[in-house]
T-cell receptor, first 114, second 114 residues
Framework: DSGVTQTPKHLITATGQRVTLRCSPR?????VYWYQQSLDQGLQFLIQYYNGEERAKGNILERFSAQQFPDLHSELNLSSLELGDSALYFCASSVEAFGSSPLHFGNGTRLTVT | DQQVKQNSPSLSVQEGRISILNCDYT??????FLWYKKYPAEGPTFLIS?????DKNEDGRFTVFLNKSAKHLSLHIVPSQPGDSAVYFC?????????????FGKGTHLIIQP
């Protein structure tokens, strides 16, 4: 158990809809990262938050947004969903912000857009 | 543009033998490298890491080797056990200011044969 909690585990929704994925980091970790894993693809970095502030942005679509709350949990909002957004979305946390410590991953949310 | 490449999608090894998983990278700014293991329906689990100031790091049955001049790293597992059957991801980052989080390869599926 990595200590990172993601909810829900599965989500099925229709095109055009909006969903929210939730992540609680490990106790004591200030950094939260979001990754997307599509079929036959590696893990693609979306966005990082550190102690409530956005710190780094990767290949995140404009239809997607995220935030980190004062209690350090994070939410990833996906809107105007398309079939191609179907993927596994992973949240990870680490104690610091600068990429020199391992990330600890949750078990992911599997999103299916129909 | 894939900055971290794992050229073997799968690898089959007999139980008790050595498993060697390879990874190449193109970004010379990467200075921190990690290996993750992933079982189905779970998130990636951190295995071992190495900083660019070292060329070898060991942890039990797992050893990571880094060849900076060749931009190549490898993970050695010895002896291989049935529980090692999983997908292994190589990852890299630029510490202290990298804006891309961890960059992952697409993974190698290791199968340990009894």
């Amino acid at each position: 158990d990595s200590g990172v909690t993601q909810t829900p585990k599965h989500l099925i929704t229709a095109t055009g809809q909006r969903v929210t994925l939730r992540c609680s980091p490990r106790s004591g970790d200030l950094s939260v990262y979001w990754y997307q894993q599509s079929l036959d693809q590696g893990l693609q970095f979306l966005i990082q938050y550190y102690n409530g502030e956005e710190r780094a942005k990767g290949n995140i679509l404009e239809r997607f947004s995220a935030q980190q709350f004062p209690d350090l949990h994070s939410e990833l909002n996906l809107s105007s969903l398309e079939l191609g957004d179907s993927a596994l979305y992973f949240c990870a946390s680490s104690v610091e912000a600068f990429g020199s410590s391992p990330l600890h991953f949750g078990n992911g949310t599997r999103l299916t857009v129909t | 543009d894939q900055q971290v490449k794992q050229n073997s999608p799968s690898l089959s090894v007999q139980e008790g033998r050595i498993s060697i998983l390879n990874c190449d990278y193109t970004n010379s700014m990467f200075d921190y490298f990690l290996w993750y293991k992933k079982y189905p329906a779970e998130g990636p689990t951190f295995l071992i890491s190495i900083s660019s100031i070292k060329d070898k790091n060991e942890d039990g049955r797992f050893t990571v080797f880094l060849n900076k001049s060749a931009k190549h790293l490898s993970l050695h597992i010895v002896p291989s056990q049935p529980g090692d059957s999983a997908v292994y991801f190589c990852a890299a980052s630029v510490t202290g200011g990298g804006a891309d989080g961890l960059t992952f390869g697409k993974g190698t599926h290791l199968i340990i044969q009894p």
